[in-house]
């Protein structure tokens, strides 16, 4: 005792430092893995939401049903049908016998679509070149009838051309609309990098706050403040683990994303992590923030949930185009982290783009880290008042 | 007057005129008081006297508005880091990790104490089996009994032999049985040279202390030994003593 009372031995060294930061860096990762269910739904969660986005929030039309009522049944209407039926957006529910039954098939919602071939039809399109298809879709579903009948005129247009040049027809003109960076329409090059932004702002974010307001909760900060250890690192040690974390789930997101979506990572992986790595502190900062200001884990939950969730799935063009906003809107979307990495995101990692083309995104970005952090670290309280 | 040489030898906390305002509020008012190395204070008053404000102060938790004290010989004001090396504290609040388990709290708290790591392991084994918790020392703090956990807490306080701990009403809500087990373990510490500076509002606990205050509306109107001040207040016990003086008190409880 004698010897702590000299002011010199009172000095931390940074060994000494380093050791409070590791001890408590454990804590932090043994209060994650006991809370098995809130890191089971952590680590979970990507998965879960490129699914949801991927499958169920998907405006792509796949498998429609639809029947086709042919009377003609010649090689050409059966090949057409089989073209239909080739691809993955339709699947051949029924042949028709008579135009009646349409009625019926389409009542009891079985399909969504059917084509109709007319009479004789290779012999019209060989003589007089005046064969008939009818598309007739379901409108109750406006976008989606929409969509199928394209996707099937589109199919139906490609056949005939294979006609046209089989039988030495002159050289025709035919209309090719083709979609840059997204050939195929994929929804998910648009959600992927969405996805990404939210998982990694509602880890790092919300689940640091509420685990520094768990402290204050449970009176432990109160101890923590009283004991030698600089509030520095408590804070510090508490947003290792959640880094950790975020990059766990950064990597399921890509993995996932890549292999079962087949969205190809088109640009530099360097520059993809690096930026998502930025990202990441932006978020923690956030997260610091906001634990710097709430005192209960339910206040912590609700700033993360209602102040940055809601505006990242509206505002960040996550899930519509911010092109499209009035100006205040795009102008409150601006002061969103995630809308600069979301941006940065699509164009390394689908349009393939350099470095260069993010230069704009990455200061944005270290600008919001660098003041983020500054503040919140000016926030945390040293005393209880 | 402010300065370190009022500091006189052989007291642990000295209080000169320590005064704490929240606005125009004034939660502590002017209180003086010195307690000596390996006593037992206490520290009474009702809710909102305030007594944990004072404490607060003392552990460098909360900032003095005007006054001066000293705890462990340094300054509150201006060497709060070094007080936060000699000290220990124990909150109102439990304050031990419920999801880690009993060995884990008393590692880590020592570690961020700096205990040196090699003499943590053997120190704890020795605690426990002083305590009789030898074969919970795996166990989640979740699963322990009150009374345990304030023990544990308690120890958990003392493991890196502060010159002083600051007990925050550390018994609240535990029966006088376990009240009185809690209070075998301050003794021990007294008795190995820890002061022990504790609030309460439990009279029977103010009997078992060496000297105690009684605060009534943030000014300490009663300092003396339990006996004395039954003597002088011509109290069978301290709840009458304590009940004279809170007679007056203008503030009600919040």
Same mark, same amino acid.
């Given at each position: 005792?004698?010897?702590?009372?000299?002011?010199?031995?009172?000095?931390?060294?940074?060994? #000494?430092?380093?050791?409070?930061?590791?001890?408590?860096?454990?804590k932090e990762f043994y209060h994650i893995f006991r809370d098995r269910m809130t890191m089971l739904i952590l680590l979970a969660m990507p998965i879960l939401m490129l699914v949801l986005f991927g499958y169920a929030? +998907?405006?792509?039309?796949?498998?429609s049903k639809i029947a086709v009522y042919d009377p003609s049944r010649d090689d050409v209407t059966r090949a057409m049908v089989e073209k239909l039926q080739i691809n993955h957006y339709?699947?051949?529910?029924?042949?028709?016998?008579?135009?009646?039954?349409?009625?019926?098939?389409?009542?009891?919602?079985?399909?969504?679509?059917?084509?109709?071939?007319?009479?004789?039809?290779?012999?019209?399109?060989?003589?007089?070149?005046?064969?008939?298809?009818?598309?007739?879709?379901?409108?109750?579903?406006?976008?989606?009838?929409?969509?199928i009948t394209t996707?099937?005129?589109?199919?139906?247009?490609?056949?005939?051309?294979?006609?046209? #040049?089989? +039988?030495?027809?002159?050289?025709?003109?035919?209309?090719?609309?083709?979609?840059?960076? +997204?050939?195929?329409?994929?929804?998910? !090059? +648009?959600?992927?990098?969405?996805?990404?932004?939210?998982?990694?702002?509602?880890?790092?974010?919300?689940?640091?706050?509420?685990?520094?307001?768990?402290?204050?909760?449970?009176?432990?900060?109160?101890?923590?403040?009283?004991?030698?250890?600089?509030?520095? !690192?408590?804070?510090?040690?508490?947003?290792?683990?959640?880094?950790?974390?975020?990059i766990v789930n950064l990597c399921t997101i890509l993995v996932v994303s890549v292999f079962v979506m087949g969205v190809p990572i088109a640009g530099s992986f360097f520059w993809l992590i690096a930026i998502s790595l930025l990202y990441i502190f932006v978020s923690l900062a956030l997260?610091?923030?906001?634990?710097?200001?709430?005192?209960?884990?339910?206040?912590?939950?609700?700033?993360?949930?209602?102040?940055?969730?809601?505006?990242?799935?509206?505002?960040?063009?996550?899930?519509?185009?911010?092109?499209?906003?009035?100006?205040?809107?795009?102008l409150i979307g601006d002061v969103i982290p995630a809308k600069w990495y979301i941006e940065a995101v699509k164009k390394i990692m689908i349009k393939g783009l350099g470095v260069g083309a993010i230069l704009n995104e990455l200061a944005v970005l270290s600008g919001m880290a660098v003041a983020l952090i500054s503040i919140s670290l000016r926030n945390f309280k040293i005393r209880l008042e | 007057m402010n300065t370190k040489e009022t500091v006189p030898e052989g007291k642990v906390v000295v209080a000169r005129n320590l005064t704490k305002m929240f606005g125009g509020f004034t939660a502590v008012d002017h209180i003086s008081f010195e307690v000596d190395k390996g006593e037992i204070f206490g520290f009474l008053g009702a809710n909102g006297a305030g007594k944990t404000t004072a404490m607060r102060m003392l552990c460098g938790l909360s900032k003095?508005?005007?006054?001066?004290?000293?705890?462990?010989? $340094?300054?509150?004001?201006?060497?709060?880091?070094?007080?936060?090396k000699c000290i220990?504290?124990?909150?109102?609040? $439990?304050?031990?990790?419920?999801?880690?388990?009993?060995?884990?709290n008393i590692r880590l708290y020592?570690?961020?104490?700096?205990? &040196?790591?090699?003499?943590?392991?053997?120190?704890?084994?020795?605690?426990?089996?002083?305590?009789?918790?030898?074969?919970?020392?795996?166990?989640?703090?979740?699963?322990? &009994?009150?009374?345990?956990?304030?023990k544990l807490a308690f120890s958990v306080a003392i493991f890196h032999e502060p010159k002083i701990v600051f007990l925050d009403e550390p018994t609240g809500g535990v029966d006088p049985a376990t009240r009185r087990q809690f209070w075998e373990l301050i003794y021990q510490a007294a008795d190995r040279g820890i002061t022990v500076f504790v609030t309460t509002h439990y009279m029977d606990e103010a009997e078992y202390c060496n000297r105690v205050t009684i605060m009534v509306d943030g000014r300490i109107d009663a300092l003396d030994s339990p006996k004395n001040l039954k003597q002088q207040y011509h109290a069978k016990n301290m709840n009458e003593v304590f009940h004279q003086l809170a007679r007056n008190a203008k503030r009600t409880e919040k």
């Open positions: 005792m004698s010897k702590s009372a000299l002011p010199t031995e009172l000095k931390r060294t940074p060994r #000494e430092n380093w050791r409070f930061f590791r001890t408590f860096v454990r929030l +998907n405006t792509e039309v796949k498998n339709f699947i051949l529910s029924r042949m028709l016998n008579s135009p009646d039954e349409m009625d019926k098939v389409f009542k009891s919602g079985e399909v969504s679509m059917v084509v109709v071939f007319s009479e004789n039809f290779y012999e019209n399109l060989l003589h007089g070149g005046h064969a008939q298809i009818q598309l007739i879709a379901d409108g109750s579903d406006p976008n989606t009838a929409s969509t996707y099937a005129s589109n199919i139906l247009a490609g056949y005939q051309i294979e006609l046209l #040049e089989m +039988n030495k027809i002159p050289y025709q003109i035919t209309p090719e609309i083709k979609l840059l960076y +997204n050939p195929s329409m994929v929804a998910a !090059y +648009n959600f992927v990098p969405g996805v990404m932004g939210m998982i990694i702002l509602l880890i790092c974010a919300m689940m640091t706050s509420i685990s520094i307001a768990r402290e204050k909760e449970n009176g432990t900060m109160e101890i923590l403040l009283v004991s030698p250890m600089k509030p520095l !690192y408590v804070i510090l040690s508490k947003a290792v683990p959640y880094f950790f974390l975020s997260g610091l923030l906001i634990s710097s200001v709430v005192n209960t884990q339910m206040a912590a939950m609700l700033i993360s949930a209602m102040g940055l969730m809601m505006p990242v799935m509206l505002l960040s063009g996550m899930l519509f185009p911010s092109e499209n906003m009035p100006l205040f809107l795009q | 003095q508005t005007s006054g001066h004290a000293w705890v462990a010989g $340094f300054d509150i004001a201006s060497e709060s880091e070094s007080i936060k220990g504290y124990m909150s109102q609040k $439990f304050a031990l990790y419920e999801d880690l388990e009993v060995w884990e020592a570690g961020i104490y700096g205990v &040196p790591e090699k003499e943590i392991a053997p120190k704890t084994d020795e605690l426990l089996q002083r305590l009789g918790f030898e074969s919970e020392k795996h166990t989640l703090v979740k699963s322990l &009994p009150l009374g345990w956990k304030q």
